[in-house]
């Protein structure tokens, strides 16, 4: 085959294992109903008379786009969904998505984007023009699989909610924030800016379902990185040590050579840290799970780096197309001085208030429990 018959469809979830994760099966249909409804109702609250697009990947379950779709018809909503090739991985190929996709958006209301990467990292549906349209965007990413679906997507909103503002609380005015794993990462995010987490959308505003966390960017940061799997390595074949100074990446040391050289091929310009999380959900699945399911599970930590381009300069207001995930599964996070994280256990879900909170829920102990059992 030469380059000029070579296909031009990138590969996203089935090159990654996606379609592997608990594939759906009929008698699921109503357990997948309630997590649609859930994200519908009371996330995108979405109203009667709205325009819904639901967007999907070949590879994206067609029982978990079809009960979206079903719970935004039931919900009054005028609804259509669309099946577009793969968003390519952290958004390295230019020009996407398409004109069909982007003719759907500009008369969509509300887009539910079931697709494996992020629908915001492209470049013509990148944050920015989100945030400065009218409509809501709720990216499901990873999570369009009825095995997160099943468990976080059925977690109660309200109780998220909570779960959130008591993070923000501790966040907001903080000075630094600091990441420590036993297998070697500690590094330090000084100036924390722009403290978000999920929460139910708004008109020209984009969040995660199942909710997944409080976002921040640094004003600098500083470091070692030695993630458990990242969006190009999946999980590494031995460790890749990543070092940080001023925001930029200044060294990569990895045990495979082979790790290496796809990070460095998928350099766009210097890397540079372009945000950081804290994973806040406790109902997320972290066992046989992809990477940006895991993401938004309770204690987690994740950060992003990105590519400059030829500048060399950064500019979180423009898509950097080398968007690099890395998570860290069991890792200690402090704020300032205060133990937020230790060892993957999220500290606050053990406040006696929030066990109050809870307890309209079900059994405060369980259903605040980092796994991914409604009981």
């Known amino acids: 085959m030469t380059s000029a018959q070579r296909h031009t469809v990138p590969a996203s979830g089935v090159a990654a294992g996606y379609p592997g994760h608990h594939l759906s099966t009929p008698q699921l249909l109503p357990q997948l109903m309630e997590a649609a409804t859930n994200c519908v109702d009371t996330f995108c609250r979405v109203e ?76 013509r549906t990148f944050f920015s023009r989100i945030f400065g349209s009218s409509r809501r965007v709720c990216s499901v990413l990873m999570g369009a699989s009825p095995g997160c679906l099943v468990t976080a997507g059925r977690f109660p909103m309200d109780l998220y909610m909570e779960i959130a503002r008591r993070a923000l609380r501790l966040m907001q005015g903080c000075k630094r924030i600091r990441y420590v794993t036993d297998s070697g990462t500690d590094i330090t995010f000084e100036g924390p800016q722009g403290i978000g987490c999920s929460e139910p959308l708004k008109p020209g505003t984009w969040s995660i379902f199942p909710p997944m966390g409080i976002n ?22 031995a460790p890749v040590r990543i070092r940080i100074d001023d925001n930029f990446v200044s ?46 599970a309770a204690g987690t930590a994740y950060l992003g780096i990105d590519g400059t381009g030829a500048a060399g300069a950064i500019d979180r207001s423009q898509p950097g197309f080398a968007h690099l995930d890395m998570i860290f599964d069991t890792p200690t996070v402090y704020v300032d001085d205060v133990l937020m994280v230790d060892r993957r256990r999220l500290l606050l879900l053990d406040d006696p208030e929030l066990h109050e909170y809870a307890r309209r829920h079900g059994e405060p102990r369980r259903i605040l429990a980092q796994n991914p059992f409604i009981w």
Not at 75 to 84: E, F, H, K, S
Not at 92 to 120: K, M, N, S, W
Not at 216 to 237: A, C, K, M, Q
């Open 48 to 123: 009667r008379g709205e325009r819904v697009l639901v967007v999907a990947e070949p590879d994206s379950d067609p029982l978990v786009v079809s009960s979206f779709a079903a719970a935004a018809t039931l919900a009054g909503a005028d609804v259509a969904t669309i099946t577009v090739p793969p968003f390519s991985a952290g958004g390295f190929v230019r020009g996407q998505p398409g004109d069909l996709l982007l003719g759907a958006v500009e008369h969509a209301d509300v887009v539910i984007a079931c697709t494996y990467f992020e629908y915001a990292h492209c470049e």
């Open 216 to 237: 921040f960017y640094p004003d600098n940061s500083h470091g070692d990185i030695v993630f458990d799997e990242s969006t190009l390595t999946g999980r590494p074949l």
């Open 251 to 296: 060294g990569v040391e990895a045990g495979a050579a082979a790790d290496a050289a796809v990070i460095d091929a998928f350099a766009n310009g210097r890397y540079y840290m372009r945000h950081a999380v804290v994973g806040l959900n406790p109902k997320i699945r972290m066992i046989n799970a992809p990477q940006f399911e895991r993401e938004r």
